[in-house]
C-alpha cells in the first residue's frame, strides 16, 4: 500500500496586504499549526476532504496527465479554524496538491503548487519555506526572501466568522486601491524589515497594514489591544487577518504573555475574543511526513 502524508502550516492572518502599482500583494503570517494530507492507494480508506481540496486534487492529476479514475484517496487533518483567516483551505489543497505530485513521483514546484491552488481561490503565501511577497490571485507575482523570522504570535479567536470569498468584493477591492499610496509606505517598510531582517520593522509594517484594514473590515477592541501591547517590552506588533476575523499580537519572547493575556481580560477584550493562544511564527513550507 503507497500512501504519502504531507503538512502545510496555516496563519494568522496576514503582515501585510494590498495594492502595489495596481498589483495585489499579500505576505502571510505564518504559525505552527498545520493542515495534513494524506494520499493513499488504500481502498479501505474513506476519501475525507472538503470541496476546494477535491478540486485541487482533480486539477493536479489533470496536470499530471494522471486519469481521475486513478483510485487514490484523500484524507485531510487539520488543526485550523476555518473562516476566520487562519489560511485553512490554501493549507488542505497546497498540502493535497503536493502529496498527489509526490505519489505520482512528480514533484510539483512552489509555484506550480501556487497557480493551481489560485485557480480555485484567492490563496495566502503560507505554503512557500520563507517569508513571502506573493499575488494570491493569480500567482503572477512571487517573491521568496529566504527569510524565516522567529517570532511568537499571542492569537486572539473570536467566535465570529467570515467566509474570505465574500469579503473579496469589488466595492473592497476599490476601497483598497485607494489606499495603494499609504500601502507604499507600508511595502517599502517591509522591504526594510527584510533586507535589515528586522523583527521591529516588520511588526511595524504589519501594524501599519493591520490599521489601514480597519478602514476596509473593522475589528472589535483593535484600537485597545493595539495601544495595550504597546505597552509592554516584548510586543513588536500587532496583525490582523484582512478579511478574516482573528487579531496576532506579535512578541520577540514570550517574557510577558502571561501579563497581557491578564490586561486583555482586565480590559474586557476577552468578552469578545474568547480563545487566546500562543504560537510560534512558521515559514517551514510543505513538508513531507514520516510514515509517507
Given at each position: 500500500?503507497?500512501?504519502?502524508?504531507?503538512?502545510?502550516?496555516?496563519?494568522?492572518?496576514?503582515?501585510?496586504?494590498?495594492?502595489?502599482?495596481?498589483?495585489?500583494?499579500?505576505?502571510?503570517?505564518?504559525?505552527?499549526?498545520?493542515?495534513?494530507?494524506?494520499?493513499?492507494?488504500?481502498?479501505?480508506?474513506?476519501?475525507?476532504?472538503?470541496?476546494?481540496?477535491?478540486?485541487?486534487?482533480?486539477?493536479?492529476?489533470a496536470d499530471l496527465e494522471i486519469s481521475s479514475e486513478d483510485e487514490v484517496k484523500l484524507s485531510i487533518s487539520s488543526s485550523l479554524s476555518v473562516s476566520k483567516g487562519m489560511a485553512?483551505?490554501?493549507?488542505?489543497?497546497?498540502?493535497?496538491?503536493?502529496?498527489?505530485s509526490l505519489y505520482?513521483?512528480?514533484?510539483?514546484?512552489?509555484e506550480k503548487i501556487a497557480g493551481?491552488?489560485?485557480?480555485?481561490?484567492?490563496?495566502?503565501?503560507?505554503?512557500?519555506?520563507?517569508?513571502?511577497?506573493?499575488?494570491?490571485?493569480?500567482?503572477?507575482?512571487?517573491?521568496?526572501?529566504?527569510?524565516?523570522?522567529?517570532?511568537?504570535?499571542?492569537?486572539?479567536?473570536?467566535?465570529?466568522e467570515l467566509n474570505t470569498e465574500a469579503f473579496h468584493t469589488k466595492a473592497n477591492d476599490e476601497l483598497l486601491k485607494k489606499?495603494?499610496?499609504?500601502?507604499?509606505?507600508?511595502?517599502?517598510?517591509?522591504?526594510?524589515?527584510?533586507?535589515?531582517?528586522?523583527?521591529?520593522k516588520l511588526g511595524q509594517a504589519a501594524?501599519?497594514?493591520?490599521?489601514?484594514?480597519?478602514e476596509i473590515l473593522p475589528k472589535p477592541f483593535f484600537e485597545?489591544?493595539?495601544e495595550l501591547s504597546g505597552t509592554f517590552n516584548s510586543c513588536i506588533g500587532v496583525n490582523v487577518a484582512h478579511s478574516g476575523?482573528?487579531?496576532?499580537?506579535?512578541?520577540?519572547?514570550?517574557?510577558?504573555v502571561e501579563t497581557i493575556k491578564r490586561v486583555l481580560e482586565d480590559n474586557q477584550v476577552t468578552t469578545y475574543y474568547q480563545k487566546l493562544k500562543v504560537y510560534s511564527s512558521c515559514y517551514k513550507g510543505l513538508q513531507q511526513q514520516k510514515g509517507g
Amino acid at each position: 500500500m503507497a500512501k504519502v502524508i504531507v503538512s502545510c502550516p496555516g496563519t494568522c492572518g496576514e503582515l501585510i496586504q494590498g495594492y502595489v502599482e495596481d498589483e495585489f500583494r499579500l505576505v502571510s503570517c505564518g504559525i505552527n499549526m498545520f493542515s495534513v494530507a494524506t494520499i493513499t492507494s488504500d481502498q479501505g480508506a474513506v476519501n475525507q476532504a472538503g470541496e476546494k481540496s477535491r478540486k485541487a486534487l482533480e486539477a493536479t492529476l489533470a496536470d499530471l496527465e494522471i486519469s481521475s479514475e486513478d483510485e487514490v484517496k484523500l484524507s485531510i487533518s487539520s488543526s485550523l479554524s476555518v473562516s476566520k483567516g487562519m489560511a485553512s483551505s490554501t493549507a488542505d489543497m497546497a498540502a493535497s496538491i503536493y502529496a498527489a505530485s509526490l505519489y505520482y513521483k512528480k514533484p510539483m514546484t512552489l509555484e506550480k503548487i501556487a497557480g493551481i491552488c489560485t485557480s480555485i481561490e484567492a490563496t495566502d503565501s503560507s505554503f512557500f519555506n520563507s517569508l513571502t511577497m506573493f499575488d494570491s490571485r493569480g500567482a503572477n507575482f512571487i517573491e521568496q526572501t529566504g527569510w524565516q523570522p522567529n517570532f511568537y504570535v499571542l492569537m486572539l479567536e473570536p467566535k465570529e466568522e467570515l467566509n474570505t470569498e465574500a469579503f473579496h468584493t469589488k466595492a473592497n477591492d476599490e476601497l483598497l486601491k485607494k489606499q495603494a499610496k499609504s500601502f507604499s509606505r507600508v511595502h517599502n517598510l517591509y522591504r526594510v524589515a527584510v533586507k535589515e531582517k528586522s523583527l521591529e520593522k516588520l511588526g511595524q509594517a504589519a501594524l501599519k497594514s493591520a490599521k489601514l484594514n480597519q478602514e476596509i473590515l473593522p475589528k472589535p477592541f483593535f484600537e485597545t489591544i493595539v495601544e495595550l501591547s504597546g505597552t509592554f517590552n516584548s510586543c513588536i506588533g500587532v496583525n490582523v487577518a484582512h478579511s478574516g476575523t482573528v487579531i496576532g499580537i506579535l512578541l520577540r519572547d514570550l517574557t510577558e504573555v502571561e501579563t497581557i493575556k491578564r490586561v486583555l481580560e482586565d480590559n474586557q477584550v476577552t468578552t469578545y475574543y474568547q480563545k487566546l493562544k500562543v504560537y510560534s511564527s512558521c515559514y517551514k513550507g510543505l513538508q513531507q511526513q514520516k510514515g509517507g
